[in-house]
């Protein structure tokens, strides 16, 4: 009986050494001195060799890789017309990875590690962003009432976020994967104002003036048309026909570089205009078409006291 719980005493004390040897065991993935993930030494082997298990591995490894993911940011120009370098981003470098990660795995006690990443360039230099300011193969222009100031602050967000776009050739560009879903939390406002029996968007309201004024300028600078859409009745801003309508998860508006020169849209709107250049190098060759331009009268605007989304057009 003695011997008996000396040695059940014995099995409790060893199993608290293991217990804290568990919680004290762990590997810890840092990112610039910030923790992103903690796994003990056991999560990913099989239950009875210590063997990797990489199917659990390159699962984790999948979502690590997903969180600690920097983007690059292109090259673009600010307000006053310079140029803004791209900044490199940052992807985890697996190969390097799963070498300290075995480093780890078969030695004792914890271990912290700081990811190890490759830089990711961004596709738009400054250089290739000058470069493509030499020729201007499309323009167009609408107009707007600037004292409707949300419907005025759409226009502006949206035209901003198009603005230093730059297509390679073969490469199509999508209205709304570029600018986005248009929500409040990005800054866009409810545009409480129905254009000629148009009913406004709510929140975002003003998005397809900005579309519909893409849609011209490349149209004139000859760039091939994929998907454009047009609101079930006439909107002032444009002429008959000339329209974009978009919406989020529904109409987009898309073309297509067919040239063999990249070009870059440059887009503004202030002052109750919205204007939208198309620039390329000065080498390209390229096939202009004849676009109506529109009247520089301001559009007519009805305001609605109780306004209500209509499946995010405008």
């Known amino acids: 009986m003695k011997w008996t719980s000396m040695a059940y005493l014995l099995l409790i004390l060893l199993q608290n050494q293991d217990g804290e040897k568990a919680i004290n065991d762990n590997l810890t993935i840092t990112q610039e001195g910030k923790t992103v993930s903690t796994i003990s030494r056991n999560a990913h082997t099989f239950p009875v060799f210590p063997l990797l298990d990489m199917d659990k591995y390159n699962k984790w490894v999948n979502e690590l890789d997903r969180k600690t993911f920097r983007e690059p ?5 600010d307000d006053n017309g310079l140029i803004v370098s791209g900044q490199n981003g940052s992807r985890l470098k697996r190969r390097e990875f799963l070498k300290r990660y075995y480093e780890y795995l078969y030695s004792s006690g914890p271990a912290s590690v700081e990811v190890p990443t490759y830089p990711v360039y961004p596709k738009v230099d400054a250089e290739l962003l000058a470069s493509l300011r030499s020729k201007q193969i499309g323009y167009y222009v609408t107009y707007f009432n600037s004292n409707n100031r949300d419907r005025s602050h759409n226009i502006a967000l949206a035209a901003k976020a198009i603005d230093s776009a730059v297509i390679f050739p073969g490469e199509t560009f999508s209205f709304n994967q570029v600018v986005g879903i248009r929500t409040t ?9 129905i254009v000629r029996g148009e009913l406004s968007e709510g929140v975002g309201g003003g998005i397809c003036q900005v ?11 000859g760039l091939n048309i994929v998907k454009r859409y047009s609101h079930s009745r006439h909107v002032p801003y444009v002429p008959p026909g000339r329209d974009a309508t978009v919406s989020w998860g529904g109409p987009d508006f898309v073309f297509r570089n067919a040239y063999n020169q990249p ?32 009247s520089n009268r301001l559009p007519e605007e009805i305001n609605d006291p109780s306004p209500k989304p209509a499946n995010g057009k405008k």
């Open 263 to 294: 070009v870059m849209i440059r887009a503004f709107a202030g002052e109750g205009s919205m204007a939208v250049s198309v620039f390329s190098s000065d080498v390209i060759e390229f096939s202009p078409r004849r676009v109506p331009s529109t």
């Open 73 to 77: 940011a292109n090259a673009r120009f």
């Open 185 to 193: 939390g990005k800054g866009y406002r409810r545009a409480g104002v």
């Open 211 to 221: 579309s519909s004024t893409l849609f011209n300028a490349v149209d004139r600078a």
